[in-house]
């Protein structure tokens, strides 16, 4: 199993800044990316971005090109999201998420991240 600790959410201005944290541990091999999901209230879960775990590639969905940053950190099991120039559009839960191919993915438990205008 794989379990997967958030954290780093909260209320922000817009144009402001948060850095989101994931803690993984368990069965944390075979490790083929880590990444970033959100969900509005009344909205579908949404991907943010990705990172390969091996080749550190990144990927980003198009509503967060240019304001967010995903980096990894393989020796601590950690995933990380920069978010600068947040905006109210942005507010939403943001779960990290684990994917080890054909054997599974896993989720976290979400953590609130609140951009007031």
């Known amino acids: 199993q794989v379990q997967l600790v958030e954290s780093g959410g909260g209320l922000v201005q817009a144009g402001g800044s948060l850095r989101l944290s994931c803690a993984a541990s368990?069965?944390?091999?075979?490790?083929?990316?880590m990444g970033w999901f959100r969900q509005a209230p009344g909205k579908e879960r949404e991907f943010v971005a990705v990172i390969t775990w091996s080749g550190g590639n990144p990927y980003y969905g198009d509503s967060v090109k240019g304001r967010f940053t995903i980096s990894r950190d393989n020796a601590k099991n950690m995933v990380y999201l920069q978010m600068n120039n947040l905006k109210p559009e942005d507010t939403a839960v943001y779960y990290c998420?684990?994917?080890?191919?054909?054997?599974?993915?896993?989720w976290g438990q979400g953590t609130q991240v609140t951009v007031s205008s």
């Open positions: 998420r684990l994917d080890r191919g054909i054997i599974g993915s896993y």
């Open positions: 368990g069965d944390t091999f075979n490790v083929y990316a």
